[in-house]
């Protein structure tokens, strides 16, 4: 079976930074896209990045291009979400997600029909 774990969460002050991880298991490495995405109270869930695993193509959400990084560690079938210069915005539950591409080199942060979803992780930034 997919499984996927995100971690990596926290309090930081605007402006600060965190790693989110997201620990992957039960598939063939190229086969997927990861995604990560974010729900804060009363809002609406929103993909923030994701990454095709057959070459690495990645999107990002508008507001954390530049921002957030996306990224992966094959040996250890990890991806990653660096947040850099966080804002209160950016406060909310991070989710990583799967889903099978056969791959092919897609993926979109405005899809939401993901396959597997992990638990998410708590992001809180404070102004």
């Known amino acids: 079976d997919v499984q996927l774990q995100a971690s990596g969460g926290g309090r930081v002050q605007a402006g600060g930074s965190l790693r989110l991880s997201c620990a992957t298991s039960?598939?063939?490495?190229?086969?997927?896209?990861i995604g990560w995405f974010r729900q804060a109270p009363r809002k609406q869930r929103e993909g923030v990045s994701c990454?095709?695993?057959?070459?690495?193509?990645?999107h990002y959400l508008s507001s954390v291009r530049g921002r957030f990084i996306i990224s992966r560690d094959k040996a250890v079938n990890t991806y990653y979400l660096q947040m850099k210069n966080l804002t209160p915005d950016d406060s909310g539950w991070y989710y990583c997600?799967?889903?099978?591409?056969?791959?092919?080199?897609?993926?979109?942060?405005?899809?939401?029909?993901?396959?597997?979803w992990g638990k998410g992780t708590q992001v809180t930034v404070s102004s």
């Open positions: 997600a799967w889903v099978y591409t056969g791959g092919t080199s897609w993926c979109d942060v405005t899809y939401f029909g993901m396959t597997v």
């Open positions: 039960g598939f063939r490495f190229e086969d997927y896209a």
């Open positions: 990454m095709a695993s057959s070459d690495g193509t990645s």
